[in-house]
T-cell receptor
Framework: DVKVTQSSRYLVKRTGEKVFLECVQDMDHENMFWYRQDPGLGLRLIYFSYDVKMKEKGDIPEGYSVSREKKERFSLILESASTNQTSMYLC??????????????????FGSGTRLTVV | LAKTTQPISMDSYEGQEVNITCSHNNIATNDYITWYQQFPSQGPRFIIQGYKTKVTNEVASLFIPADRKSSTLSLPRVSLSDTAVYYCLVVGGYQKVTFGTGTKLQVIP
């Protein structure tokens, strides 16, 4: 019954490495998001995408990039990992909220998270 | 961008009803209000959504006044397993949405 899958639960990388975090959803959602979560700071939005090949910067995009080549897959890329990017990374998806609304569930579905440690 | 404000923390005894209020003063006409529950080391889990008035499901109730500038999540008869962080999030169209820091609910035996 898993609907949003993140490729790794735990990851340890070295400073300067290029890191790829993969996220796949099977709900045909238009929107996908990447957040990081740190103690006391809540969830902070890194990037989001509302369509294939579309991306928008969130609140903290510096040091990150994203790729969305297919509707179901949204990748987060750390170009050169640094120790301050040690964090829990959470991927989410949601349907596009049309103007007509309706009875559709517009809530976000999250993956289980990837705990990344950069050493 | 609909920003939300919630209390940072709340304590409640087991068996009591808990009400967590969220303010979202600049909610747009087409926006929906959603609530999530998060346990440590897990991703948030969607609980309930609403547009106006009252919505109830097997987990919680959501009360939304006519002006929609706030909403209240009601958890009936909480148990220790309801100890978690609860987030309110306003969603709509393609707009960027940001989670706040949520409300940390501690249920006391």
């Amino acid at each position: 019954d898993v609907k949003v899958t993140q490729s790794s639960r735990y990851l340890v990388k070295r400073t300067g490495e290029k890191v790829f975090l993969e996220c796949v959803q099977d709900m045909d959602h238009e929107n996908m998001f990447w957040y990081r979560q740190d103690p006391g700071l809540g969830l902070r939005l890194i990037y989001f995408s509302y369509d294939v090949k579309m991306k928008e910067k969130g609140d903290i995009p510096e040091g990150y990039s994203v790729s969305r080549e297919k509707k179901e897959r949204f990748s987060l890329i750390l170009e050169s990992a640094s120790t301050n990017q040690t964090s829990m990374y959470l991927c989410a998806s949601s349907p596009y909220l049309s103007r007509t609304g309706g009875n559709r569930n517009y809530g976000y579905t999250f993956g289980s998270g990837t705990r990344l440690t950069v050493v | 961008l609909a920003k939300t404000t919630q209390p940072i923390s709340m304590d409640s005894y087991e068996g009591q009803e808990v009400n967590i209020t969220c303010s979202h003063n600049n909610i747009a006409t087409n926006d929906y209000i959603t609530w999530y529950q998060q346990f440590p080391s897990q991703g948030p889990r969607f609980i309930i959504q609403g547009y106006k008035t009252k919505v109830t499901n097997e987990v919680a109730s959501l009360f939304i006044p006519a002006d929609r500038k706030s909403s209240t999540l009601s958890l009936p008869r909480v148990s220790l397993s309801d100890t978690a962080v609860y987030y309110c999030l306003v969603v709509g169209g393609y707009q960027k949405v940001t989670f706040g820091t949520g409300t940390k609910l501690q249920v006391i035996p």
